[in-house]
């Protein structure tokens, strides 16, 4: 079985695949992503103690950045497949956004409520355990990639369409943009880390994507399913888009190995809970809201082992 070199954490997709059937090789991927969630799930259902604010913080403001920065500082992603991976993401969300707008046109649903949870998944909490569980770290510096040009993406679209205004002044803020930048630079410049800033970078890495899946849990447990036969269709229609979009775009740009595996989970996601807090922040129906993100993250269990089995070769 392969491990890791930093993080420890067993990769089982690239162990004896040849002659391993699928399932074997889909549920240690899959399995310690969701049980690691809902034990965040069971934590908060106990009222045991958990400050969100606190982890969020953590997470967001320190863990992030530094699991960004630290993967991308040593990728090994040659400067075309980078290109090739922004180009293939910003071409996805071009897709949920037209292919969403219409649906949500056609179903007479509002654009403002429901086109940012179509439009964009859950490429932090979810997909990036997810990548480095299913092709390791190689799968992980992708789904970074594709997770940091989500992210601005959905700080300024997503946002600006909960709130019916734009927003570019969060992106500035954001630690995410600034980490993954810097983390190229040190990639393609050759700069070379300390030691033990490489050691400090390396602790903190390791304990954001534990965190981010607690949080995620804690965060399902507190919100409300009230909507369920529209937040199953448009969960459908969320996890669908982003199935066609990773196959095809795939394909299109001639990604195979980890990174097809990367690009696949991250557009096969859920919706990301950061559209249900823009929805509370905004007062867009958080509700509908709410209840897509629980919903879809329900049907994610399901389709997620679908999809690694048709990614298994």
């Known amino acids: 079985m392969y491990v890791g070199p930093q993080y420890g954490l067993p ?5 004896g695949r040849a002659n391993r059937p699928p399932m074997s090789v889909i549920l240690p991927a899959v399995l310690p ?6 034990i965040g799930y069971a934590l908060a259902k106990a009222n045991r103690p958990f400050d969100n604010k606190t982890i969020a913080f953590l997470v967001v403001g320190l863990g992030t950045p530094a699991l960004v920065f630290f993967n991308l ?7 075309g497949a980078l290109v090739g991976i922004t180009a293939a993401t910003v071409v ?10 219409v649906i949500l046109k056609a179903t007479g649903m509002r654009l403002r409520t429901f086109l940012p949870s ?3 998944p859950n490429a932090g909490n979810l997909g990036l355990p997810l990548a480095l569980y299913a092709a390791g770290d190689e799968g992980l510096n992708y789904a970074i990639i594709i997770f940091a040009i989500t992210s601005i993406f959905n700080l300024t679209i997503g946002q600006a369409l909960a709130a019916g205004r734009s927003n570019w002044m969060t992106v500035l803020k954001s630690p995410i943009v600034p980490a993954a930048l810097l983390g190229l630079v040190f990639a393609y ?6 030691l ?4 400090t970078l390396s602790m903190m890495s390791g304990l954001t994507i534990p965190l981010m899946l607690l949080m995620l849990g804690t965060s399902l447990a507190k919100i409300q399913v009230t909507t369920f036969p529209r937040a199953a269709l448009m969960s459908a229609v969320r996890i669908g888009m982003g199935v066609v979009a990773g196959f095809a775009l795939s394909a299109l740009f001639g990604f195979t190995g980890a990174e097809r595996i990367a690009f696949v989970l991250q557009c ?3 919706v990301a809970v950061f559209n249900y807090l823009f929805a509370q922040m905004y007062d867009n129906e958080p509700g509908e809201v709410a209840s897509l993100v629980v919903v879809s993250t329900l049907f994610a269990v399901v389709t997620t082992p679908i999809v690694l089995a048709v990614l298994a070769p």
Do not use: D, E, H, Q
């Not at 500082?73 to 400067?79: F, G, L, M, Q, W």
């Not at 410049?189 to 300390?194: H, L």
């Open 11 to 15: 990769c089982a997709w690239n162990a």
């Open 33 to 38: 992503v969701f049980i690691t969630a809902l």
């Open 73 to 79: 500082s040593k990728t090994t992603v040659v400067p």
């Open 196 to 199: 033990w800033a490489t050691n």
């Open 118 to 120: 179509l439009a964009f």
């Open 189 to 194: 410049g050759r700069i070379p880390i300390p």
């Open 92 to 101: 996805a969300i071009i897709f949920y956004l037209i292919t969403g707008a």
């Open 268 to 270: 096969a996601m859920p």
